[in-house]
């Protein structure tokens, strides 16, 4: 039983009704030596008649026996589950302020962010560390006996600070689990509102004096759409105020009458229409689809024209994913270009996560130039995913298990890369992770990642081609970037059989293996794995584990580096990173998804001119890109079909490209600019000369005084066609090769001379004419 995989934090369901558990749970912490487990049940979407609603409120602690937790799993009676966050909690502050500030001001807070920090107040004091502040519990059950004292001291009900307590650990310890239930939700969502009893809005005077008749009209879904129609035709030419004058002819008429032999509509009454400020206000708040523009142009020249393309070591460490080690490093090697393998581009920097308690390497990230909070924030995530696509990627067999995913309670890091806001804001304050920075002045306090950059230097780098070494070049040494050979590409490929050599081929001493560990084998006779990977597996089976694992959009969400782009119809175009306001496209990669066009993104974009939009992109990987939305985060793929780019370029590849075009042009602008003289000085040319044969021709028939009335389109085309037939003729009568000159033929009566037929017979004796000259060359050839 000791081998049944449960792990704190993870969600699982129960299969059968009559078991003490709810129909969803999560596995909050494991007591191995109590054989004791915390588990809390998570809300499910709750039944009111025909209609369901969401409701987020969790039932409380509830202690289990471990022993039963482990004999349900084996027999299928639980199993683990997936949960599906509100797409609202993955969104950070600065997007819930965007979004549902009422005021212009991005620094007022909104009240759903109010609400959620009040309710993070009510329990911060007794939620344990290093989450909280509160003191560190027997177990997570005992924080019930806690609220009452605490909902005194907080002036509150105990039923708030309970309300707050559960959803916060049913919710994987995330403070936007504390968001109000129905953020971003109406009473009927996706319509729009309108009058059922009384009219929308303010009374106009007519109805302050009493004159019920004349309020107004109480819009419908109909009148709406008819406004956020017309709405749309208002462009230059056509102000707003046409625009309902329009809608008002189109729409709200009684009927035609003949005025001054004219058809003119007849509008109804002014309080049967809609005013012109629900015209403006309703108008305003619509959507940009070209309803009624599509509706006249018809499908076809829509779907042709205007359609969007889819186009540190520290004491006291006693669990896995207690601590993560963060730490960057060169790789001592200089690499080279993947699209041009004769350019080197330097040595890269790399950062890496690694588990303190068991030496793991479980997160990576190589950049080009200094790494950057995004960067360690990048090897974060890679350290908490799966590695299943990278193995892929990299065309490595080795089985998935052999790389652990851990998302820690606490990063331990130099004054480096994690040293800034941004990591803060997205590891603190989003995540709700610790950072712990080694204080100035106290290298003994460091990680020991600095060791294990120093075996990867001394086992890989150093017996690399274009290798640094970690020194200078002596005297009379050949540079080592003459020597670069290898790609990112390629070092990553070694980089990845590096650490699962590390992790998993490489044999610890019994020193480092763990007393508990080793008995436990010994007890069960079994053979004890001597790698880290082992003492990784025996730790999280007997619960020695504090790493809180989150669903990976929501660590995508906050995690990625963002960048700028630019939404086109044929889709998304990356800009170049980190040069300010200019915009430079980096065309080498382009995603798109059907979600563009589904969630009027494009269509937005297009109508209003706002191209420019954020969207999350791991570096390493042109595959793909992310966005973030009211619907959560979607993958918009690559969809330009350079394989070997997607497979093994990089942004910063991208970068390159741009680079290297622009030299090039550099370079080539002398011949590309004789070049275009060249074509222009024929083109000239050859004008200038058929100008003036023109006129020489002209001065020759007026010269003759032989002048004729021009002829129709058709009769000069079919007079250039004979033209054309007779050069024809006559140059294959000249080169023809003839043994001996023949003789005349005598002239036949009924052919003209060859000398005046083309101009006085006929259409019909023309071409007889031809024929007959063709039929005695023919001959003349075959006598030959």
């Not at 109805?207 to 879904?221: S, V």
């Not at 309670?409 to 800034?420: K, T």
Request: hydrophobic content about 35%.
């Amino acid at each position: 039983m000791d081998n049944v995989d449960l792990q704190a934090g993870a969600i699982y369901a129960c299969l059968k009704d009559h078991l003490p558990l709810p129909n969803t749970f999560r596995l909050l912490d494991i007591q191995v030596s109590l054989n004791g487990a915390t588990v809390i049940g998570i809300p499910e979407v709750r039944i009111r008649g025909e209609g369901k609603q969401k409701y987020y409120y969790a039932g409380g602690f509830q202690r289990i026996q471990l022993s039963e937790l482990r004999e349900w799993l084996m027999q299928g009676l639980i199993k683990p589950s997936n949960l599906q966050l509100p797409p609202f909690w993955m969104m950070s502050d600065e997007q819930l302020t965007v979004r549902f500030s009422r005021t212009k001001n991005s620094e007022d807070r909104p009240k759903a962010l109010k609400t959620r920090d009040f309710k993070w107040s009510l329990i911060e004091p007794i939620v344990p560390p290093p989450l909280g502040t509160g003191a560190i519990p027997p177990n997570l059950s005992y924080l019930d006996s806690l609220v009452t004292e605490r909902a005194k001291a907080a002036g509150v009900s105990p039923g708030q600070v309970f309300d707050a307590l559960h959803r916060f650990y049913a919710f994987h310890c995330l403070t936007n689990s504390l968001l109000p239930n129905r953020l971003g939700r109406c009473g009927n969502p996706g319509q729009k509102r309108v009058g059922k009893n009384s009219k929308l809005g303010r009374k106009n005077t007519a109805a302050k004096l009493g004159d019920d008749e004349q309020r107004g009209l109480m819009l419908t879904h109909d009148d709406i759409q008819h406004i956020e129609d017309c709405f749309q035709l208002i462009s230059p030419g056509t102000t707003s105020k046409d625009a309902y004058d329009l809608m008002g002819r189109m729409f709200y008429n009684s009927g035609n009458e003949y005025k001054n032999g004219v058809v003119m509509p007849q509008l109804l009454p002014k309080h049967l229409r809609p005013t012109y400020n629900e015209f403006m206000y309703r108008g305003t708040q619509s959507v940009a689809d070209g309803g009624a523009a599509r509706r006249i142009m018809g499908e076809g020249k829509w779907l042709r024209d205007f359609r969007p393309l889819s186009g540190t070591a520290t004491d006291g460490l006693t669990a896995i994913g207690q601590t993560g080690s963060v730490d960057a490093s060169p790789i001592d090697v200089h690499t080279v270009s993947i699209t041009n393998p004769c350019q080197p581009i330097g040595v890269g920097r790399a950062v890496f996560v690694r588990d303190v308690y068991s030496g793991l390497f479980v997160g990576w990230s190589l950049s080009i130039n200094n790494p950057k909070a995004e960067d360690a924030k990048l090897a974060i995530l890679r350290a908490a995913e799966s590695k299943k696509n990278q193995l892929r990627k990299y065309g490595l067999n080795f089985p998935e298990s052999d790389f652990p995913s851990i998302f820690f309670s606490r990063y331990h890091s130099d004054n480096g890369e994690l040293r800034c806001k941004d990591a803060m804001f997205s590891i603190g304050d989003e995540l709700k992770r610790s950072i712990e920075y080694v204080p100035a002045r106290r290298a003994d306090l460091n990680s020991p990642s600095e060791t294990g950059h120093q075996l990867r230097h001394k086992t890989l780098d150093q017996k690399l081609p274009g290798a640094t070494f970690g020194r200078q070049r002596e005297r009379g040494e050949t540079p080592p970037i003459e020597n670069a050979v290898l790609s990112r590409f390629a070092y990553m490929r070694m980089l990845l059989d590096w650490v699962h050599w590390y992790n998993v081929r490489k044999q610890l001493p019994l020193s480092e293996i763990p007393a508990e560990m080793r008995r436990d084998f010994a007890s069960r006779k079994e053979e004890l794995p001597r790698n880290r990977l082992g003492i990784f597996k025996w730790a999280i089976t007997n619960g020695y584990s504090t790493g809180r694992p989150l669903p990976l959009d929501l660590l995508r969400a906050h995690l990625l580096p963002r960048y700028k782009a630019s939404i086109r119809r044929d889709g998304i175009v990356l800009h170049r990173p980190a040069t300010g306001d200019v915009v430079e496209l980096l065309r080498g990669a382009r995603f798109n998804d059907a979600y563009l066009v589904e969630s009027g993104m494009m269509r937005e974009a297009i109508h209003r001119r706002t191209t420019h939009i954020e969207v999350r992109a791991d570096p390493d990987d042109l595959s793909c890109v992310y966005i973030i939305d009211d619907n959560g985060i979607h993958c918009i793929p690559n969809i330009l079909g350079d394989a070997l780019l997607i497979k093994e370029g990089t942004i910063s590849d991208l970068c390159g490209l741009n680079d290297e075009e622009r030299l090039l042009n550099v370079l080539s602008a002398g011949k590309v600019d004789q070049d275009n003289a060249d074509l222009a000085s024929m083109r000239e040319e050859t004008v200038m000369k058929e100008h003036e044969r023109q006129k020489a021709h002209a001065a020759a028939l007026e010269a003759t005084e032989a002048r004729r009335p021009p002829l129709g389109i058709k009769e000069a085309q079919a007079e250039e066609k004979r033209s054309s037939l007779d050069a024809a003729l006559a140059d294959y009568a000249t080169f023809a090769p003839t043994s001996e000159p023949e003789p005349p033929s005598p002239p036949r009566p009924d052919i003209q001379d060859s000398a005046s037929s083309p101009t006085s017979s006929t259409l019909n004796s023309l071409e007889q004419h031809r024929m007959n000259k063709l039929l005695e060359f023919m001959g003349g050839k075959a006598q030959s």
